[in-house]
């Protein structure tokens, strides 16, 4: 029985569509191999994979001479927001700040992204109307 659909990219398509955001096109060729560093994967297999993304309109394949180009059709941003917006609501009832708190217990934070993080509640702050 097929695993059911998800509304978010699998593990693969994202590797895949952080390749295609940061080169903003490629062939199946040129995917394959920036993904070989972490990921020994067939050319057919990312061929596939790649085919499935473009059906479902994660990606824009256009043809050039005898192989396909390919580019990203979901932002960064666009996704980042889907899925942590997933996760939200499905493991923290839909409260940021529980997420939050769990990064901030749970994660290995230097002194710099603490005060990164600092700079950003206080801007947050001052944009919000008293």
């Known amino acids: 029985m097929p695993r059911p659909s998800s509304r978010y990219p699998t593990e693969l398509e994202l590797e895949i569509l952080k390749v295609l955001w940061r080169d903003d096109t490629a062939s199946v060729r040129e995917v394959r191999d920036a993904l070989a560093g972490f990921r020994d994967l067939a050319y057919t297999s990312v061929m596939t994979i790649m085919n499935i993304m ?7 394949r256009t043809k050039m001479g005898k192989s396909y180009i390919y580019e990203a059709r979901v932002t960064e ?13 499905r ?24 005060d990164e993080l600092r700079s950003l509640l206080d801007e947050k702050v001052k944009e919000e109307p008293q």
């Open 91 to 114: 493991l923290f009832s839909g409260s940021a700040t529980a997420l939050m708190v769990n990064l901030i217990e749970t994660g290995d934070i230097d002194d710099n992204e603490l």
């Open 77 to 89: 941003k666009a996704t980042r927001r889907g899925i942590l917006g997933d996760l939200v609501n």
């Open 54 to 60: 473009a059906r479902k309109g994660y990606l824009k």
